[in-house]
């Protein structure tokens, strides 16, 4: 996974989350919790997560208000991000790498 063993960045930018998910296609992740498996698919600069229903599921809006939030609080817990992403728990997945924060 990128951002293993490196310092954390002071702040993420969508494009931080492209490179890991470029870094991480056709790799199983682990969504923050833990408890689920996903991938990542990129078409045309837009992130998709594809959990184990394998239904591919859009990250958009939800994803840029993550990126914000993070950047204001550094909280990787989903319930501070579920009153606007149903996604969250694959999103935060991808901001811990992206700051290489280890959990």
Known sequence: EVGRGEVL??????????????????????????R??????????TIYVIPSTGIRRRLAAGLTRSIERYNETRSLATSDYQSFSKNSSYALRLLAIASGRQL
């Open 9 to 34: 960045v002071s702040e993420i930018v969508y494009e931080d989350v492209l490179a890991v998910v470029r870094a991480n296609r056709g790799k199983k992740l682990k969504t923050i919790g833990g």
């Open 36 to 45: 689920a498996e996903f991938e990542v698919v990129l078409d045309a600069d």
